[in-house]
């Protein structure tokens, strides 16, 4: 027998508990990945939810809202109060709020239209209109297939 007591690990003992080590690691990691991603999915689920809602509020404000009120168009003719042409609806609306208490109408032209996966909200500043109206674009929605 040696003099010397020796304390401490084997090499063996060492290598095992690297091991395990290395084990809970990755299974710890591999469920943080997982959680992360499943994350990221739900925010980018809830944001387009978000859009959607917006979107269809917008929309139905605008169809409880329509009037019985043609315009003319920027060439002086006559327009119906509703107008599908292609993949366009157009209609005026009332109910224009008006918070700064401006001298305008109440009533507001509205359009609705797809272009490039995207559906776009058009309004008009005056209802008949100049020769070069002023048109505001809204997107409401993208990556819309149909």
Excluded: C
């Excluded at 019985?68 to 709020?97: A, N």
């Excluded at 509205?110 to 674009?137: K, T």
């Amino acid at each position: 027998m040696s003099r010397y007591r020796q304390r401490g690990f084997t090499l063996l003992e060492l290598m095992i508990s690297l091991s395990i080590f290395a084990l809970i690691s990755v299974v710890a990691y591999s469920g943080l990945q997982t959680t992360l991603t499943t994350r990221d999915q739900v925010q980018t689920q809830a944001a387009r939810l978000t859009q959607m809602q917006r979107a269809f509020t917008i929309v139905q404000q605008d169809m409880t809202q329509a009037i019985d009120r043609s315009i003319r168009d920027r060439f002086g003719d006559p327009r119906e109060p509703m107008l599908t042409e292609l993949d366009v609806l157009e209609w005026t609306r009332g109910g224009h709020p008006n918070p700064l208490g401006q001298t305008r109408s109440s009533m507001q032209r509205v359009a609705y239209l797809m272009e490039d996966g995207e559906l776009i909200r058009q309004q008009w500043m005056a209802l008949d209109q100049p020769y070069e109206p002023n048109i505001r674009d809204t997107v409401l929605l993208d990556n819309v297939k149909a």
